[in-house]
């Protein structure tokens, strides 16, 4: 009987994991659309002159993204609570014989747990970047119509400023993208060099028995270094190419 109650404890545990992570995917996937919707709506602002509307937008979205980070730190919290739980439960007596699947099973839930948190600091990160930015660009709108507005007259260099205010700003966010892009490649490619690294080591091992397959995978490290300089030339050539484009 106690082995009954034993099993039925950790299949309570692991229904209560379950439902956690499919409420923190749904969680996170609104809030991440929140965050996409603010850089959006800010964007399709800028070119109002009423105050009140998007004061009133902003001020609701915040709100809702105040919110939203509590109740997913919340579900983390909870969740991170339920796999200490299922940890206590592996080292209990009597599950020794069952314990390599119990270990399978909470390596898992824990590697859930792990994407989920980072996701949520890397949505919530750049929420907080965007606001800032955007915040910055609109205090500086306002004290260009506080200018224009107080002198009266739309000179030229006022004119000047605006565009390479407006220049400024489209290159900022040309580089955001572009930062985007690399940090989602490096991450990629980090993953695929793991990879690599677990078959180059079984390849290594079979190249120490057969010198022809050793020949081979010399002359793939030579060719997978000549591309490395290749994709780092262009590389470099982009930089240079977004650094003059964006102080042009």
Not at 187 to 213: D, Y
């Amino acid at each position: 009987m106690a082995g009954i109650g034993s099993s039925n404890y950790w299949e309570d545990l692991r229904k209560q994991a379950r439902q956690l992570e499919n409420e923190l995917d749904l969680k996170l996937v609104s809030f991440s659309k929140l965050c996409t919707s603010y850089s959006s709506s800010r964007d399709g602002r800028r070119g109002e002159t009423s105050d009140t509307t998007p004061l009133l937008n902003n001020s609701t979205q915040d709100r809702m993204f105040d919110t939203m980070s509590v109740e997913i730190e919340q579900l983390l919290a909870r969740l991170t609570t339920i796999n200490d739980k299922m940890a206590e439960y592996t080292n209990t007596p009597g599950t020794a014989s069952h314990n390599a699947a119990l270990m399978h099973t909470l390596q898992r839930h824990r590697d859930i747990l792990q994407d989920y948190t980072h996701e949520f600091h890397k949505t919530k990160g750049n929420f907080l970047a965007i606001r800032e930015r955007e915040d910055l660009l609109g205090s500086v709108r306002k004290d260009i119509e506080t200018y224009k507005s107080g002198s009266g007259v739309n000179n030229r260099r006022t004119e000047l400023f605006l565009k390479e205010h407006e220049h400024l700003r489209n290159s900022d966010r040309l580089m955001d993208d572009t930062i985007s892009i690399a940090m989602a490649t490096k991450e990629n490619m980090t993953s695929q060099r793991g990879m690599l690294k677990s078959i180059q080591s079984r390849v290594n091992t079979l190249a120490n028995r057969f010198p022809t397959i050793n020949n081979l995978i010399q002359r793939i490290n030579l060719r997978k270094r000549r591309d490395s300089l290749i994709l780092g030339t262009v590389i470099g050539v982009c930089t240079i190419l977004l650094l003059l484009y964006a102080f042009h």
